[in-house]
């Protein structure tokens, strides 16, 4: 257990339909980063927080994507009308300030009907 | 031309055997790198970091060659919970970003 917690692990979803994950990191480590991975696939980059402040974003996060991190701590990642081609594992990761190592939560699965 | 690929695999290998598994990356400007483990439909786990120098982690061993740009993994005396999708990465610390590969599988058999 990294310490980092996604919820929810699953969601199932329509097409068209608007969904948001959430992503409690652990406390002490500043940078949050989330990653998108499909089947048979490494995860790959979407955007990355600095404390509150959201640093870099990815191509793939097209305008349907948005990111937040208030204050700080959790992060919430929404995708708005939702499709097919979302379907995949969010990933969210934690940095340890002394080792850039990236420590992932359990990710939550997204399928879009 | 993706900016680290592996060998999807699989690779079936007997319980003992020893195997190798090997990365390039195609962006100079990533400074550390690292082996993460996946399990089937878990995230991915550190598995070590990778130094010029090559290091060792009881049964695994890692080595970077930057002339050539190529990673490698070897794991000895393999046992059947080593099953899994091993991931090469780069981290590129002006970016701030992991790049992952699209990660090579390992089936050990008994």
């Known amino acids: 257990d990294t310490g980092v917690s996604q919820n929810p692990r699953h969601k199932i979803t329509k097409r068209g339909q608007n969904v948001t994950f959430r992503c409690d990191p652990i406390s002490e480590h500043n940078r949050l980063y989330w990653y998108r991975q499909t089947l048979g696939q490494g995860p790959e980059f979407l955007t990355y927080?600095?404390?509150?402040?959201?640093?870099?974003k990815s191509r793939l996060l097209s305008d349907r994507f948005s990111a937040e991190r208030p204050k700080g701590s959790f992060s919430t990642l929404e995708i708005q009308r939702t499709e097919q081609g979302d379907s995949a594992m969010y990933l969210c990761?934690?940095?340890?300030?002394?080792?850039?190592?990236?420590?992932f939560g359990p990710g939550t699965r997204l399928t879009v009907l | 031309r993706k900016e680290v690929e592996q060998d999807p695999g699989p690779f079936n290998v007997p319980e003992g055997a020893t195997v190798a598994f090997n990365c390039t990356y195609s962006n100079s400007a990533s400074q550390s790198f690292f082996w993460y483990r996946q399990d089937c439909r878990k995230e991915p786990k550190l598995l070590m970091s990778v130094y010029s120098s090559g290091n060792e982690d009881g049964r695994f061993t890692a080595q970077l060659n930057r002339a050539s740009q190529y990673i490698s993994l070897l794991i000895r005396d393999s046992k059947l919970s080593d099953s899994a999708t091993y991931l090469c990465?780069?981290?590129?610390?002006?970016?701030?970003?992991?790049?992952f590969g699209g990660g090579t599988r390992l089936m050990v058999k008994p």
């Open positions: 990465v780069g981290y590129n610390n002006a970016g701030n970003m992991l790049t």
């Open positions: 990761a934690n940095t340890d300030r002394a080792t850039d190592t990236q420590y």
């Open positions: 927080f600095q404390n509150e402040a959201q640093l870099e």
